[in-house]
């Protein structure tokens, strides 16, 4: 599944073109469809956000498990799928940012791409400012509750040993416990 991590501003050209971040195009290497897919977020956040062509697969699929008389259904869809625009690669590696969606994030002359796991969302880099400072203060408050598993350093006693002073175990300076 691609990865998409960091974030880099990009100029938006006359036509509404902009080079996606080579780390963004290199995580999609090896994807059926040679892009991404954009839609508005479900969130009144103004921004636009983008996937992997399988991301949008797996959702349709997802859906597809639901009752298909359910109403729901057909919402989720509706939200989900029918907004889903697929942008192509240039050669240059550019897409072309459809108007409604430079409209409903404000783009003008620049995008911010933000990574966020299995998708990253465009932003205008002064906006994104202001809801990165929101998110981190957010994110402050709920990091402890992230499930972690698996390795040194995982769960509650990782977490304890972490503000002990390192993943080792030990303070600092001391050595690891065996």
């Known amino acids: 599944m691609a990865l998409f991590v960091s ?10 073109r902009v080079s996606v971040p080579a780390a963004f195009r290199a995580a999609l290497e090896g994807e059926a469809f040679n ?9 009144d956040l103004s921004c636009v956000e983008g996937y992997a062509g399988r991301r949008i697969e797996q959702l349709a699929a997802a859906i597809g498990e639901m009752n298909p008389l ?14 889903v625009h697929m942008a192509g690669f240039d050669a240059e590696g550019r897409i072309v ?11 003008s002359e620049r995008a911010l ?7 990253f969302q ?9 809801h990165r400072a929101v998110a981190v203060a957010q994110a402050r408050q709920s990091a402890a509750k992230l499930p972690w598993s698996g390795g040194a350093g995982s769960g509650r006693a990782g977490s304890e040993r972490a503000r002990a002073g ?13």
Do not use: C, M, N, Y
């Not at 940012?97 to 783009?107: M, N, S, T, Y």
């Not at 791409?113 to 998708?119: E, M, T, V």
């Open 35 to 43: 892009g991404v897919a954009l839609a508005p977020p479900l969130s």
């Open 7 to 16: 974030s880099s501003v990009h100029k938006i050209d006359r036509k509404g």
């Open 166 to 178: 390192g993943a080792g175990g030990g303070g600092a300076g001391e050595p690891e416990a065996g």
């Open 70 to 83: 359910a109403e729901e259904t057909d919402a989720l869809a509706t939200a989900l799928l029918a907004q």
């Open 97 to 107: 940012l459809p108007d409604e969606a430079r409209e409903r994030a404000g783009l």
């Open 113 to 119: 791409f933000a990574g966020l796991g299995a998708k």
């Open 122 to 130: 465009i932003w205008d880099p002064d906006a994104f400012e202001a």
